[in-house]
């Protein structure tokens, strides 16, 4: 089983520890659809290290294994959402962000 | 150029005049019905609910009439989308588009669904015999939007 610890990417090396950046951020995940169903709440807080990327916040629920590993497993059609503008797997997050997972939809 | 979500009926007829109307610049009105079915994928359908999720569901579809003005001479377009429990043979989703001709706007029309199908965040869960299920995405939707 793999194990993903979510790693800071770009982190600038520095030895002033009072001008350090947070060491991680706290972003709103929003479930949608089948997603809340399967992961039997809406919506929660969640904190990874910072830097962080979309693909951060896909890695750090799929390492709770059960539902969150199955539905959000690679090649699972889950998208993402960061403050309501569709983002990519890689798109930079901030403190406070809402990072949305969204099913394939079936509007219309 | 307008977009809704809500929860109640709309009248085409009220909402295709009301375009005419505004605009003596309107050769062509294209108009599109989405309706709740009885049947999917072998299934009995006894009632549907529309998911989106608030604070995108517009913001997507605004995005989506702006490529259609882009792509197409469009003089104006409406979307309204409804959310919340439907029944066989409700009303679903109107899309109406206005045009100096009929070319624009019966593809701008089409392009709106085709976009709307994949892009737009809304979520079908069905009722059917043997439970509720949420409604599979099918590829033939993505194929449609992939030729525009």
């Known amino acids: 089983m793999e194990t993903t610890i979510a790693r800071p990417t770009d982190a600038p090396f520095r030895d002033d520890a009072a001008a350090a950046p947070a060491a991680s951020i706290t972003v709103n995940v929003v479930y949608l659809a089948r997603l809340r169903d399967a992961f039997g709440r809406g919506a929660e807080a969640l904190a990874v290290p910072a830097p962080a990327r979309a693909r951060d916040v896909l890695a750090a629920l799929r390492a709770r294994g059960g539902a969150f590993a199955d539905e959000l497993a690679p090649g699972r059609a889950v998208r993402v959402a960061v403050n309501h503008s569709m983002a990519r797997d890689d798109a930079g997050l901030h403190d406070g962000d809402e990072v949305a997972l969204l099913p394939p939809v079936t509007g219309g | ?148």
């Open chain 2, 1 to 148: 150029m307008a977009v809704r979500v809500q929860e109640e009926d709309f009248d085409a007829g009220v909402e295709m005049a009301r375009l005419r109307a505004a605009d003596a610049g309107v050769g062509a009105v294209a108009t599109f019905v989405g309706v709740v079915r009885d049947l999917n994928d072998d299934a009995s359908v006894s009632s549907l609910t529309l998911e989106h999720y608030p604070g995108m569901t517009e913001k997507a579809l605004e995005a989506i009439v702006a490529q259609a003005r882009e792509r197409f001479d469009i003089r104006d377009a409406l979307v309204v989308h409804r959310v919340g429990t439907l029944k066989p043979t409700d009303q679903i989703v109107l899309v109406i588009v206005t045009s100096a001709h009929r070319g624009d706007a019966f593809d701008a029309c089409r392009f709106l669904m085709d976009y709307l199908k994949t892009r737009a965040p809304f979520w079908k869960k069905e009722q059917t015999p043997a439970g509720a299920r949420w409604v599979e995405a099918r590829a033939s939707d993505d194929d449609a939007a992939a030729r525009w």
